[in-house]
Each structure stands twice: as structure tokens, then as C-alpha cells.
């Protein structure tokens, strides 16, 4: 099964998605505490398209990837040559990892959200999205497993964090609602994507 439209889930979903999607190691996996309005929640659904890796250093300062702001699982695989291909961004306005980090928070939500002072001892930290309804398990496990196979056989000191978004009833969306996506062709190649409306619950 691949791409479907998004489908509002609970939290306890979504954690049992991931548990039998992949396997237990040290990826940091967190959540959005929230998404108030229909840009956010729009932006949040689309992190997750093109299994697309944001990098930044220990600093927060995002990192492009052969000049690229960011990369996939299998360009990954071309670490051997990682002081040539990574550096950090010329464009100056990308958002600090921060920034991000205040937005996020952890799965029980129990404990505080996580701060950069937690990466101190590695050089660099790899962001991976991820959502239920972007591809089949068996394509999202392979995916990450790719990018992590490829960080474990370099030489890097670094974290992973794997960020969900899928939507969430706790913003105020109904459960078992969709958002429907719809993909328009704007010439022979390319294809603009065309969101139906949000499913609030009120």
C-alpha cells in the first residue's frame, strides 16, 4: 500500500505504528505538541513527503548536503566522502534546530521536551520525518533502516531524530477523519499538491 490521503489518529495509534514499524535502538522519537491553525497543520503534513533528512550541527546551524538543504536515506550511503559533501548552509534564514526542538516533545508528553544542550557530545544530529499514511510499513522501515546503516558504518558522532506527522485528534481534529490531498499536474513533470478542508471537530 502507498500514499493514502491523512487519516486523524490518537496518539496510542501512532505509537503502536512506529513500535511495529522500527526496531528499538537509541532514535530519539518525538511528536508536535501542537498545530493551533491550517498552515501548520499543512506544513507539518508535508514533512514527511519524500523521505526527506534535515542535518544540523551540535550548534543548531542547519548543514546542506551537496549544496542541497537536505537529502535522502540513499545519498547517504555517499558518507565516505562527507567533509566534501556537507557543510553548512549559505542561505542564512533556514530555521535553528532551536526552534524546532521548542515545538516538539516526547510521546508520553510526561517529560519536558528536549534541548540542544542534549547533543553536546555528538557533531551532528539528522532529523528523519516520517507519517502512516506516506508509504506502506514495509517502505518506511526500509528507508530508515537505509539512512541508519549508512550513519552506523561512518565514522560520525551523531543522534537521529524521528519526527512523526501524522494528525492527531489532541489538535482539535476528529478521529478517523481525512485530509484529502489531491495532485494536480501543472506540466508534463511536475505536480502541485491541493489540500481538501481541515477535519476540525467543531
Partial sequence: MGFENPRVLNLQEIEKIR?????????I????????????IIKI?????????????????????????????????????????IKECDVKDYQNLTLILNRLTYYD???NGIDISEFEDVDYIFIY??????????????????????LDDSKLKFKIIRINCD??????????????????KSD????ELEFGNIPWSN
Fill in 45 to 85: 503534513v508535508t514533512e514527511s513527503f519524500n523521505g526527506q533528512i534535515n542535518i544540523f550541527n551540535k550548534n543548531g546551524k542547519r548543514l546542506c548536503f551537496n549544496g542541497k538543504s537536505s537529502c535522502s536515506g540513499y545519498q547517504l550511503n555517499q558518507l565516505n566522502q562527507f567533509d566534501i559533501n
Fill in 29 to 40: 522519537d518525538l511528536i508536535y505538541n501542537e498545530a493551533i491553525d491550517s498552515t501548520e
Fill in 19 to 27: 513500535s511495529s514499524t522500527f526496531a528499538k535502538d537509541e532514535t
Fill in 109 to 111: 508528553k510526561a517529560r
Fill in 129 to 150: 520525518f516520517w507519517s502512516s499514511f506516506i508509504s506502506s510499513e514495509k517502505r518506511i522501515k526500509e528507508e530508515f533502516d537505509i539512512m541508519k546503516r549508512a
Fill in 167 to 184: 494528525l492527531r485528534d489532541d489538535w482539535n481534529l476528529e478521529k478517523g477523519k481525512s485530509l484529502k490531498i489531491f495532485f494536480k
Fill in 188 to 191: 508534463k513533470r511536475q505536480y
